[in-house]
């Protein structure tokens, strides 16, 4: 009875049809499982780079502000050089 059954199933085409939609619908999951993960792994990149970003745009401007500030205290008249004697 088991052949029967099996030989059946083979020739009817909605069984064949529901198998088909049945292994495409778990490769559709199998993928959407690996994209979130992915996406996650993305986002958690994306925050650290971020932060990264800002702490370096932190760094910058304090290096910014001690430049202008040195150079409010030795005066932009020293440092700049007269032309050389040949000029």
């Known amino acids: 009875m088991a052949n029967?059954?099996?030989t059946l199933s083979t020739h009817n085409p909605n069984v064949n049809h529901v198998q088909?939609?049945?292994e495409r619908v778990d490769d559709l999951e199998s993928r959407?499982?690996?994209?979130?993960d992915v996406i996650d792994q993305l986002s958690v990149e994306l925050a650290a780079h971020q932060q990264e970003i800002a702490d370096l745009k932190h760094q910058l401007q304090l290096i910014a502000n001690r430049l202008k500030d040195?150079?409010?205290l030795s005066g932009d008249a020293?440092?700049?050089?007269?032309?050389?004697?040949h000029y």
């Open 32 to 36: 959407n499982v690996f994209q979130d």
């Open 78 to 85: 020293e440092d700049v050089e007269p032309p050389p004697p």
């Open 70 to 72: 040195s150079g409010s």
């Open 4 to 6: 029967a059954e099996i």
């Open 20 to 22: 088909q939609l049945e």
